[in-house]
């Protein structure tokens, strides 16, 4: 059972090109993402790093490791295929503040996804949103926080605009000296240093990023 720092060292000690996350303990090495995979991850993360740019936050595309603290006796790093965080920049090599995570899912791990590890992310302080693109059908999973706890909605791409326009959160981010912090205000203010989305602009940008994500697999019209 390796723990963080145990697990670095040993990517460090590997050769170039070689992927892994660190799962309860135990390293897996990552295997290559098929070319729908990666369209489908590199499309949404180019629709949320558009969206996020421009509230002062930073979207990350399968090169930054998401841990649940700095603490050196975790047992858990993954590499989402995008990942969004806020708050003021760091030379770490991880963050343990992402507030949107996505993982695009291949068949030969889609138990592991759908389980521990997104109960992984559900349980990180600052994670808002997790969405889950199955990479071999026109399935999306999208969970939200709400006041007491997280609820889904899956997503069928015909049917994401109807959906998603029942999003009725508004979502403010202040910095903190530690964390990332999304709060739910009382109205909608756009205070120094805070990010607030409305309902129609997580809508939005949501069905843009499914739209864009999908469209290549199967050309519909939504």
Same mark, same amino acid.
């Given at each position: 059972m390796m723990t963080i720092p145990e697990f670095d060292a040993f990517v460090e000690s590997m050769a170039e090109g070689k992927n892994f996350e660190l799962f309860d303990g135990t390293p897996l090495l990552m295997s290559n993402p098929s070319e729908t995979r990666e369209q489908i991850a590199s499309n949404i993360g180019a629709n949320l790093k558009l969206a996020m740019d421009k509230r002062g936050c930073r979207t990350y595309q399968g090169g930054m490791m998401v841990q649940a603290s700095a603490n050196s006796t975790g047992r858990d790093k993954f590499r989402p295929d995008v990942v969004v965080r806020c708050g003021p920049p760091s030379n770490n090599t991880f963050i343990t503040d992402p507030i949107v995570v996505v993982?695009?899912?291949? %068949?030969?791990?889609? &138990?592991?996804?759908?389980? %521990?590890? @997104?109960? *992984?992310?559900?349980? @990180?302080?600052?994670?808002?949103?997790? +969405?889950?693109?199955?990479?071999?059908?026109?399935?999306?999973? *999208?969970?939200?926080?709400? &006041?007491?706890?997280? &609820?889904?909605?899956?997503?069928?791409?015909?049917?994401? *605009?109807?959906?998603?326009?029942?999003?009725?959160?508004?979502?403010?981010? !202040?910095?903190?000296?530690?964390?990332?912090?999304?709060?739910?205000?009382?109205?909608?203010? !756009?205070?120094?240093?805070? @990010?607030?989305?409305?309902?129609?602009?997580?809508?939005?940008?949501?069905?843009?990023? @499914?739209?864009?994500? !999908?469209? *290549?697999? +199967? !050309?519909i019209s939504l």
């Open positions: 993982e695009v899912l291949p %068949p030969s791990t889609i &138990e592991r996804d759908r389980g %521990p590890k @997104l109960e *992984f992310y559900k349980n @990180l302080p600052t994670v808002q949103h997790v +969405v889950l693109a199955y990479s071999d059908q026109m399935r999306v999973e *999208f969970y939200y926080r709400v &006041e007491n706890g997280w &609820e889904m909605r899956v997503l069928p791409t015909r049917k994401a *605009f109807s959906i998603l326009m029942q999003w009725s959160s508004v979502w403010t981010w !202040r910095p903190s000296a530690s964390t990332s912090l999304l709060t739910k205000p009382p109205g909608l203010g !756009r205070g120094q240093g805070a @990010l607030a989305r409305t309902s129609d602009e997580m809508a939005a940008m949501t069905l843009s990023l @499914l739209r864009s994500s !999908r469209s *290549f697999v +199967v !050309r």
